[in-house]
Nanobody, 121 residues
Framework: QVQLVESGGGLVQAGGSLRLSCAASGLTFNNYGMSWFRQAPGKEREFVAGINWSGSSSNYADSVKGRFTISRDNAKNTVSLQMNSLKPEDTAVYSC??????????????WGQGTQVTVSS
């Protein structure tokens, strides 16, 4: 079965950095675009960053542009999110998601359980 497992979350002070990783198994990794989402209590899940199958293209939410960097290592079946200059408003559960590149409709096929990121002021 397909599994996406996030790691790297934790507690960090405002202005600090954290690197999240998502390990994928049970799928052909380079057939999937990968994304990071986050959800804070009482708020809807929001898109954070995405990267295409090869890692040649990425996009970001305006709120994290210039601070976060998404990357992938297809040899290791992982996608990462480097988070710098963290702010308290970045506090959320961060989840990775996989999108089959030959989908006929937009959407996401698989989701991880998420990892908690807490940024203290």
């Amino acid at each position: 079965q397909v599994q996406l497992v996030e790691s790297g979350g934790g507690l960090v002070q405002a202005g600090g950095s954290l690197r999240l990783s998502c390990a994928a198994s049970g799928l052909t990794f380079n057939n999937y675009g990968m994304s990071w989402f986050r959800q804070a209590p009482g708020k809807e899940r929001e898109f954070v960053a995405g990267i295409n199958w090869s890692g040649s293209s990425s996009n970001y939410a305006d709120s994290v542009k210039g601070r976060f960097t998404i990357s992938r290592d297809n040899a290791k079946n992982t996608v990462s999110l480097q988070m710098n200059s963290l702010k308290p408003e970045d506090t959320a559960v961060y989840s990775c998601a996989a999108t089959y590149i030959f989908r006929t409709r937009t959407g996401y096929d698989y989701w991880g359980q998420g990892t908690q990121v807490t940024v203290s002021s």
